[in-house]
């Protein structure tokens, strides 16, 4: 007698074998659910200008929405604490950047430690620093607002994220090169510093040209100069710092993704890969283009090492600059 299989048990037999495929296993258990990302600081910042567009991109390719977790405050290193004592089960994921390289020099106490508490998955953007005034207050080029702070020192005052933060870092290096002072006032993030910045309540910012590109656009504050050695293609008009006679005033941002240390390895392949995805959707790619952002594609042990380059880099920073937390 010949057993003929009916086409239930001819498709059982299929998804059991797809299933015993280690690439058919991944795509099934990750995400199963939706998947949280701790973004340490408010909302409007540059790591939101970047989070936000990934999670839109990540939930529509995967069906699993990526939830932005706004977790501010202590240039973000409140919130990366709380990501390290998150399960690790690969339902929580930080998004960090160049603050938290930072944050090691400049705070004598974390609770937590970036190179032994997380597990570092993928660089996802990286934009230059750029210096942004209320027009209102700062009138002119760079060169007349430089002559002003030469002239009137401690009188400028500018913005950050918060102590230690890569806008802090940039306003000290800029005032060691420039042999300028201005006053620094911290926020509790990005996004807070800009909404005053364009209400005319500080005078200037160095920030991250991610999440300033839209205000520069929009008249609401103006670009005097882009940090590196040359122009940024989303604004060809707004100089550079080396043909303004800074050749090495070079502050880049950039913004990471990790996992808790101890997130299961197949957990932590399938992210990176569906957040590549994401961001090299035409969607994403527009954004990324439209903030001046590079996708610098860097995963795994290539992203790590890049973290520890960093760490080293802003360490000597912070003790030639003498720069300390307000």
Known sequence: MNFQPTRRQWLGWTAAALAGMPGFALAQ????????????????????????????????????????????????????GIAAKAPNDGYTLFMGGVHHSIAPSMYPRLDYDLEKDFVPLILVASVPQVLVVNPKRVTGNFQDFLRQVKAQPGKINYASAGGGTSHHLAGELFKQQTKTFITHIPYRGAGPALNDLIAGNVDVMFDGLGSSAGHIKGGRIKALMVSGAKRNPAFPDVPCAAELGLPDYNVT?????????????????????????AIQTDEAKAVWAAQGAEFPDLAGPAFDAFVKAEIQKWAQVVKASGAKLD
């Open 29 to 80: 258990s990750w995400p199963t659910k939706a998947v949280n990302l701790i973004v340490p600081f408010p909302a409007g910042g540059g790591t939101d200008a970047f989070a936000r567009p990934l999670g839109a991109q990540f939930t529509r390719l995967t069906g699993k929405s990526l939830v932005i977790d706004n977790r501010g405050g202590a240039g973000g290193t409140l919130g990366a």
């Open 253 to 277: 941002t950039w913004y990471g993704i990790w996992a808790p240390r101890g997130t299961p390895a197949d957990a932590q392949k399938a992210a990176i890969d569906d957040i590549r995805r």
